[in-house]
């Protein structure tokens, strides 16, 4: 069964900083693309990150550049977000998710696996 656990959501004030954690138990994560997505109360999903199976490469949504950042640990089947100067506008569930069989996360349905969120509240 393939299982995603997101932790490391919390409260934290405007220009603070969190670290996300997604973990794979059973399957490497280097099998697949990877991608951060958020979703805040009463909007739609939306891709943070995504960084392919193929290279390696992470690509970012416009408005989390230079503030966020993914990482690896391939040893603990991990993946990162850094997230810095975290704005009020930063508050939502935070989802990771993988696909198997390309090298995009757009469109959300797109991803094969989700892990349950983690919450991160970004106070003003």
């Known amino acids: 069964e393939v299982q995603l656990v997101e932790s490391g959501g919390g409260l934290v004030q405007a220009g603070g900083s969190l670290r996300l954690s997604c973990e794979a138990p059973g399957f490497s994560l280097n099998d697949y693309t990877v991608g951060w997505f958020r979703q805040a109360p009463g909007k739609e999903r939306e891709g943070v990150s995504c960084?392919?199976?193929?290279?390696?490469?992470?690509y970012y949504t416009d408005s989390v550049k230079g503030r966020f950042t993914v990482s690896s640990d391939n040893a603990q089947n991990t993946r990162y977000l850094q997230m810095d100067s975290l704005k009020p506008e930063d508050t939502a569930v935070y989802y990771c998710?993988?696909?198997?069989?390309?090298?995009?996360?757009?469109?959300?349905?797109?991803?094969?696996?989700w892990g349950k969120g983690t919450l991160v509240t970004v106070s003003s």
């Open positions: 960084t392919s199976k193929t290279d390696g490469k992470t």
């Open positions: 998710a993988v696909q198997y069989s390309d090298n995009v996360c757009s469109p959300p349905d797109a991803m094969d696996y």
